[in-house]
């Protein structure tokens, strides 16, 4: 039997509106924990201003100080959050193991969730923002995006095929025929995307791309100085761990990033804490150990680690503009977790970031490809020109890349997730929501 549900997950909402939100997670440990837990927090639109956890293996306690995108935690349906942090707690899975959690298929004995994916087919008159407008609505619903193809007919309207899953389990319980229940079927989203040319997976996928980046002129001053981190080890302040001191400039998922890599990587937080921002600057301390419990000694190791550390808090996904034919095609690619899992939210993220750019989507597609030994999420939209704003310009596109790394990397421009209450009290509100942007 599990320890009581209410005290597995505490969350503490403050009495002035200014401060943060205390989440307390208090569990038995399992690998990757910690990077579940970020994760869902980065699909709420919360960002974790401080943070302290400790382990001994075997129990965790982790404590998280929480403020929304923007000051508005009304928005935050606080009660979905706590179940979606439950149901990947060890202790809450043991008495209900009938949620539909199974044995995972990474070899190593973790649970995964088993969700049903689901096809949405919209079909309707294109228009600018309509892609953003539809994830906007999928993500207030709390449904995780997999995959996606768009297509543009030669009379102006639009194909939207959407490889959703509903972790949550709504769509079991919701009636919600009047626009997904013809549309949605399991499949298998497992399919792996059309090769990229040679030329542009070696510039998307290789990592001296950072260092081309941090010389160019095209970046603005403000996006250069996120090419700056640093990853020291020490062994000689513990006698059985390693301590990672870690700054870097301060970024949305800088905190999921840095623990997905230890999950990656395998080995163990023993005792941690994310210190709040200083002058725009995270400085984390980490006590680590490999899985047999040991200190990392290895050099080697420890350079890789380092190395990946900086990679993945220096480039948390890479963005690229090439031509293809006549059209312009915009990529943009993220690493996957070991779990199989790609970063949250990117889909939204680009949209939305086109779509303030007043830039229209031809088509749109989501796909893994395999590259340096690695696997990654691709995103890639073909893009209408325009006389507003001609893809064909330099500058232009310049002013692109600079949107979408300023979106990915800032917290001000986020819409919140609403949660299962707004799903329960106003679900066919969004259905109609939907239906308006379609028309």
Same mark, same amino acid.
């Given at each position: 039997?599990?320890i ?5 997950v ?6 002035d ?7 307390t ?35 965790c ?8 995108n ?10 979905s959050?706590k179940?979606?942090l ?11 193991v ?12 973790s649970?995964? #969730? /088993?969700?049903?994916?689901? *096809? %949405?087919?919209?079909? +309707?008159? =294109?228009? &600018? @923002? !309509?892609?953003?407008d539809?994830? $906007?609505?999928l993500?207030?619903?709390e449904?995780?995006i997999?995959?996606v193809?768009?297509m ?11 490889f959703?899953t509903d ?14 229940c013809r ?9 792996a995307?059309?090769?990229?040319p040679p030329a542009?997976?070696e510039e ?5 791309l ?10 603005k001053?403000?996006?250069m100085?996120?090419?700056k ?7 000689? #302040? /513990?006698?059985?761990?390693? *301590? %990672?001191?870690?700054? +870097?400039? =301060?970024q &949305? @998922? !800088?905190?999921?990033?840095?623990l $997905?890599?230890?999950?990656?990587f ?15 600057y995270?400085n984390l301390?980490l006590f680590?150990r490999?899985?047999n ?14 190395s ?7 480039h948390?996904?890479?963005v690229?503009?090439?031509?293809r ?5 915009l990529l ?27 830039i229209?989507i031809?088509?749109a ?6 590259a340096?030994?690695?696997q ?18 330099n500058?232009?596109r ?6 979408l ?8 421009n ?5 949660g299962?209450k ?7 509100g969004?259905?109609?929501?939907l239906?308006?942007?379609a028309?």
């Amino acid at each position: 039997m599990g320890i009581p549900s209410e005290d597995v997950v505490l969350i503490q909402l403050p009495k002035d509106p200014s401060e943060p939100t205390v989440v307390t997670v208090n569990c038995p440990d399992k690998p990757g924990l910690g990077c579940d837990l970020c994760r869902t927090l980065l699909e709420f639109g919360l960002s974790i201003t401080r943070a302290d956890f400790s382990t001994d293996g075997r129990w965790c306690y982790i404590v998280f100080w929480l403020v929304p995108n923007v000051p508005n935690s009304c928005k935050i349906d606080w009660e979905s959050l706590k179940n979606r942090l439950l149901s990947m707690c060890p202790s809450f899975l043991v008495p209900f193991v009938y949620f539909g959690y199974q044995q995972g298929g990474d070899g190593n004995g973790s649970s995964t #969730l /088993s969700s049903s994916v689901y *096809l %949405l087919k919209l079909c +309707c008159l =294109d228009r &600018k @923002g !309509l892609l953003h407008d539809v994830t $906007r609505i999928l993500s207030d619903l709390e449904f995780s995006i997999q995959r996606v193809k768009v297509m543009t007919t030669p009379d102006g309207r639009v194909i939207d095929l959407f490889f959703i899953t509903d972790g949550m389990k709504f769509l079991a319980e919701v009636e919600m025929k009047m626009w997904c229940c013809r549309h949605l079927y399991k499949h298998d989203q497992s399919r792996a995307m059309p090769s990229l040319p040679p030329a542009v997976e070696e510039e998307l996928f290789t990592y001296e791309l950072a260092s081309k980046e941090a010389s160019s002129k095209e970046l603005k001053s403000d996006l250069m100085t996120l090419k700056k981190a640093s990853v020291t080890v020490d062994n000689w #302040l /513990s006698p059985a761990l390693t *301590l %990672l001191q870690i700054q +870097c400039v =301060d970024q &949305k @998922g !800088l905190f999921y990033d840095i623990l $997905r890599t230890s999950k990656d990587f395998d080995f163990q937080i023993a005792h941690g804490r994310f210190s709040s921002s200083v002058k725009g600057y995270r400085n984390l301390d980490l006590f680590i150990r490999e899985a047999n419990g040991k200190k990392i000694v290895d050099p080697k190791h420890q350079n890789v680690l380092c190395s990946r550390l900086k990679e993945e808090m220096l480039h948390p996904f890479r963005v690229i503009i090439v031509n293809r034919g006549p059209d312009t095609e915009l990529l943009v690619a993220n690493p996957v977790e070991s779990s199989g899992k790609g970063r949250p939210r990117v889909f939204y993220d680009v949209t939305l970031a086109l779509k303030m750019l007043g830039i229209c989507i031809f088509s749109a597609e989501i796909g893994r490809h395999s590259a340096s030994d690695r696997q990654w999420e691709v995103y890639r939209f073909l893009l209408d020109d325009s006389h507003e704003f001609p893809l064909t310009s330099n500058g232009a596109r310049n002013q692109l890349v600079d949107r979408l790394l300023e979106t990915g990397r800032s917290w001000q421009n986020f819409h919140i997730t609403s949660g299962f209450k707004r799903f329960q009290k106003h679900g066919l509100g969004h259905c109609s929501e939907l239906c308006k942007i379609a028309m």
